[in-house]
């Protein structure tokens, strides 16, 4: 099995590779960033040409808790250029060879496109956007039997906060987060299962932040 993933420097993204190759999974980590599509058209062209790719997950993503009017212009296109713009576009950019070879897509949303959270409007709008991308696509592609599954974590322990110069953190007790690896696991059972996983929401036990 070969598949693409993006956000793998970090992370939920490294987590996920991790796994996957420790289960001889072959993963092509995708280093564009999105501020060029026909950069990443071109880039997408030539894995094809080589592999046969059977999987994508999109994982890298940004994030902003700050109230709306304090959001620069820019930060909210950048938000939705990472968190939206870029998935849908790999997404497109790689449907056929999804589709040839019966594969799967992975988005990584967030508890965030379910619950409404204070300061969260941007960072939630990008986030539902793409859960329900997902959803919308599956009904679009099942007939090709392809798998399409939005992962909904809530806080998770990664350099997400730190990376986003973010004032808060998941409280560092293992009860409040979860760990990196448990979403690499359920990415596991979502590619290895027949049948399609196609929402799935992972919450840590307790709830708490702390500063940081
Ligand atoms: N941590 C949480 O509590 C949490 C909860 C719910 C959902 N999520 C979502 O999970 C995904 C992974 O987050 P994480 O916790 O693993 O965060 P992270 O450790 O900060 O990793 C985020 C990844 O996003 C990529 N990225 C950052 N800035 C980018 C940019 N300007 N352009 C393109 N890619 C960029 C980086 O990938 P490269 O450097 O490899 O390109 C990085 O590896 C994100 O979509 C995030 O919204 C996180």
Same mark, same amino acid.
């Given at each position: 099995?070969?598949?693409?993933?993006?956000?793998?420097?970090?992370?939920?993204?490294?987590?996920?590779?991790?796994?996957?190759?420790?289960?001889?999974?072959?993963?092509?980590?995708?280093?564009?960033?999105?501020?060029?599509?026909?950069?990443?058209?071109?880039?997408i062209k030539e894995i094809t040409k080589k592999h046969n790719i059977s999987f994508l997950i999109n994982s890298a993503g940004i994030g902003i808790?700050?109230?709306?009017?304090?959001?620069?212009?820019?930060?909210?296109?950048?938000?939705? /250029?990472?968190?939206?713009?870029?998935?849908?576009?790999?997404?497109?950019l790689l449907l056929p060879s999804l589709k040839k070879n019966k594969g799967t897509l992975i988005n990584i949303s967030s508890i965030e496109a379910?619950?409404?959270?204070?300061?969260?409007?941007?960072? &939630?709008? &990008?986030?539902?956007?793409?859960?329900?991308?997902?959803? &919308?696509?599956?009904?679009?592609?099942?007939? &090709?039997?392809?798998?399409?599954?939005?992962?909904?974590?809530?806080?998770?322990?990664?350099?997400?906060?730190?990376?986003?110069?973010?004032?808060?953190?998941?409280?560092?007790?293992?009860?409040?987060?979860? /760990?990196?690896?448990?979403?690499?696991?359920? !990415?596991?059972?979502?590619?290895?299962?027949?049948?399609?996983?196609? /929402?799935?929401?992972?919450?840590?036990?307790?709830?708490? !932040?702390?500063?940081?």
């Amino acid at each position: 099995m070969q598949g693409i993933i993006t956000g793998y420097s970090s992370g939920i993204g490294e987590a996920i590779c991790k796994k996957l190759e420790s289960k001889g999974i072959e993963v092509i980590k995708l280093k564009s960033r999105l501020n060029r599509v026909d950069k990443v058209e071109e880039e997408i062209k030539e894995i094809t040409k080589k592999h046969n790719i059977s999987f994508l997950i999109n994982s890298a993503g940004i994030g902003i808790f700050e109230p709306l009017e304090t959001i620069s212009t820019k930060k909210i296109k950048e938000i939705i /250029d990472i968190n939206l713009l870029a998935p849908i576009i790999l997404t497109k950019l790689l449907l056929p060879s999804l589709k040839k070879n019966k594969g799967t897509l992975i988005n990584i949303s967030s508890i965030e496109a379910i619950k409404a959270s204070k300061y969260s409007s941007v960072y &939630s709008a &990008s986030k539902a956007a793409i859960r329900h991308f997902s959803h &919308s696509l599956f009904e679009e592609v099942r007939k &090709s039997e392809v798998k399409v599954c939005s992962i909904n974590p809530d806080l998770t322990n990664t350099p997400f906060f730190k990376n986003n110069n973010l004032k808060f953190q998941p409280k560092q007790q293992e009860a409040y987060y979860i /760990d990196p690896q448990e979403i690499a696991q359920i !990415v596991w059972m979502i590619l290895t299962t027949k049948s399609v996983i196609s /929402d799935i929401t992972i919450r840590p036990k307790k709830v708490g !932040v702390e500063k940081r």
